[in-house]
């Protein structure tokens, strides 16, 4: 089933307590493409400006992935970050945005994307992810994120877009910020009166939650001693999850409950290097045989 | 397999964002008792003082809890603690704490209780829980538990235990102080680098995770939307686990993973409301309908 994702591509430079890599390719949607794509093919719709390096391109390019809608904008610069993690890697601390041509006008929708039947709408202004979900009618599973910032001075706009989506991946904060409860499932019951059919929780190296009228499912987080970089974790959670789904073309609560394995397992790789780096090497066989290790791991009669 | 647990029987306080319960049973004994009288038999080896209510003693007093070892004290007065859970009940202030009879001479180990084969040793001096085990050569699984005052203060007797031990339950702060080590995992491997055949590393409501040379298990904690009272949780939690590993009479991997399970369940309930009584009128359905619930929510193939 065609996947379209929507969000960012940029360039990064990460600092943590034992490394830092500076200028590499971040981005909701670099991370969100490469994690589904090892479930799914990927439609990528994202705009970067003309600094941004033909080997980042590079780096996104697979028969699985669909660039025709990653728009270079002459004049532009590419959205850039900069952060810094602190001690256990739990907290981070921005040390810079600059949104560049994320600010300008969003990317246009290649025609041959208009048939995507799952999309998804990383963060952005609530508006903007409205409007792309009323660009793509034949989309049958739509889910999105969103981020404080937009929480907090556009909640009209973001009530609008939870209610023409499917689903919600956010994280704990963003889950408390939205609803005022720190209980992630009581959180996410309550978005599901916002509109969405489901909604996970992350909450980072602790697991997820994902809560639906039919239950609620709860899952760790892998469990890896090697953190080197977390950046990118969330993204590729939604991507292992949406891409799951996209391929199994099913999004019943035994396939959302079953992506939720595949979600994990992928976010585990990606914070093993910086960057895309080991997100970008993983094989079939190495997510296949770790999903079945963490499967295993759970089943505990 | 007779299993004795030692360690305090006491009055608590607790203080809670939406309610407070005065001077009601508490105490790592207690908690663990109940919680493993749900498996299997125990043995209480634990010292209070006369003011300690005949009703507190009834709530322990079951087909399958031995009390000979608790020892009422002329003149003593039993182990008070005051405490107050702040906003998300994830932290919390001691407001009081008074040792009383629990910074006299530890109780005495009846005759009828050398035989016991599986051993608790509670959070307390570890001179005193070093002393306990040596006292009770027959045992065959012994597992300890600790707090931060002992990692700190007596960190030569507490090297000295945990090498007379075959497992240690603590939680994720103990093993970071402890350790060093903020990821539970790196923590668990070194505490087994101390004699420990398995660590268990507490994460409150994030869950447990599981560390032994044979392999690690992540277990999410029960999804649980009404948090009354988190004290005794974490007693509650290892009273189930060693409860069950009595019962199974096997302390191998596999039996280790299945306790986590029925250790996780059992905290569940002791949160729901104060004190032991929610955990006091637990039934064996409620149990094993809860225990499946859990084991299924987890089978995500």
Request: glycine share 8%.
């Given at each position: 089933?065609?996947?379209?994702?929507?969000?960012?591509?940029?360039?990064?430079?990460?600092?943590?307590?034992?490394?830092?890599?500076?200028?590499?390719?971040?981005?909701?949607?670099?991370y969100?493409?490469?994690?589904?794509?090892?479930?799914s093919?990927?439609?990528?719709?994202?705009?970067?400006?003309?600094?941004?390096?033909?080997?980042?391109?590079?780096?996104?390019?697979?028969?699985?992935?669909?660039?025709?809608?990653?728009?270079?904008?002459?004049?532009?610069?590419t959205?850039?970050?900069?952060?810094?993690?602190?001690?256990?890697?739990?907290?981070?601390?921005?040390?810079?945005?600059?949104?560049?041509?994320?600010?300008?006008?969003?990317?246009?929708?290649?025609?041959?994307?208009?048939d995507?039947?799952?999309?998804?709408?990383?963060?952005?202004?609530?508006?903007?992810?409205?409007?792309?979900?009323?660009?793509?009618?034949?989309?049958r599973?739509?889910?999105?994120?969103?981020?404080?910032?937009?929480?907090?001075?556009?909640?009209?706009?973001?009530?609008?877009?939870?209610?023409?989506?499917?689903?919600?991946?956010?994280?704990?904060?963003?889950?408390?910020?939205?609803?005022?409860?720190?209980?992630?499932?009581?959180?996410?019951?309550?978005?599901?009166?916002?509109?969405?059919?489901?909604?996970?929780?992350?909450?980072?190296?602790?697991?997820?939650?994902?809560?639906?009228?039919?239950?609620?499912?709860?899952?760790?987080?892998y469990?890896?001693?090697?953190?080197?970089?977390?950046?990118?974790?969330?993204?590729?959670?939604?991507?292992?999850?949406?891409?799951?789904?996209?391929?199994?073309?099913?999004?019943?609560?035994?396939?959302?409950?079953?992506?939720?394995?595949?979600?994990?397992?992928?976010a585990?790789?990606?914070?093993?290097?910086?960057?895309v780096?080991?997100?970008?090497?993983?094989?079939?066989?190495?997510?296949?045989?770790?999903?079945?290790?963490?499967?295993?791991?759970?089943?505990?009669?």
């Amino acid at each position: 089933m065609p996947l379209l994702v929507t969000g960012t591509v940029g360039i990064d430079t990460v600092i943590t307590p034992t490394g830092r890599a500076d200028d590499v390719l971040g981005g909701s949607a670099a991370y969100f493409t490469l994690a589904a794509s090892l479930f799914s093919p990927v439609r990528v719709v994202a705009a970067v400006g003309d600094d941004f390096p033909p080997s980042f391109r590079a780096m996104l390019t697979s028969d699985r992935i669909d660039l025709r809608g990653l728009e270079t904008r002459e004049g532009s610069r590419t959205f850039r970050w900069a952060g810094k993690y602190l001690e256990n890697m739990n907290q981070r601390e921005t040390l810079r945005t600059d949104l560049n041509v994320v600010a300008e006008a969003p990317p246009a929708i290649p025609d041959a994307f208009r048939d995507s039947r799952v999309v998804f709408l990383a963060n952005t202004h609530p508006a903007i992810q409205w409007n792309m979900r009323e660009q793509l009618p034949a989309a049958r599973l739509v889910v999105c994120d969103t981020m404080d910032l937009w929480i907090h001075t556009t909640r009209d706009e973001l009530m609008k877009t939870l209610a023409v989506v499917d689903g919600v991946i956010i994280n704990d904060s963003e889950a408390l910020q939205l609803t005022g409860q720190s209980n992630p499932i009581t959180a996410g019951r309550e978005v599901l009166r916002l509109g969405p059919r489901f909604v996970v929780v992350k909450k980072g190296e602790h697991g997820a939650v994902l809560v639906t009228p039919e239950g609620v499912t709860v899952v760790p987080a892998y469990p890896s001693e090697r953190v080197v970089d977390p950046t990118g974790a969330g993204d590729s959670f939604a991507g292992g999850m949406i891409g799951y789904l996209a391929a199994k073309d099913s999004f019943h609560y035994a396939a959302l409950r079953s992506a939720l394995a595949r979600a994990t397992v992928v976010a585990s790789f990606t914070i093993e290097d910086f960057s895309v780096r080991r997100l970008r090497d993983v094989t079939c066989e190495e997510l296949d045989r770790r999903v079945a290790e963490f499967t295993r791991m759970l089943a505990i009669g």
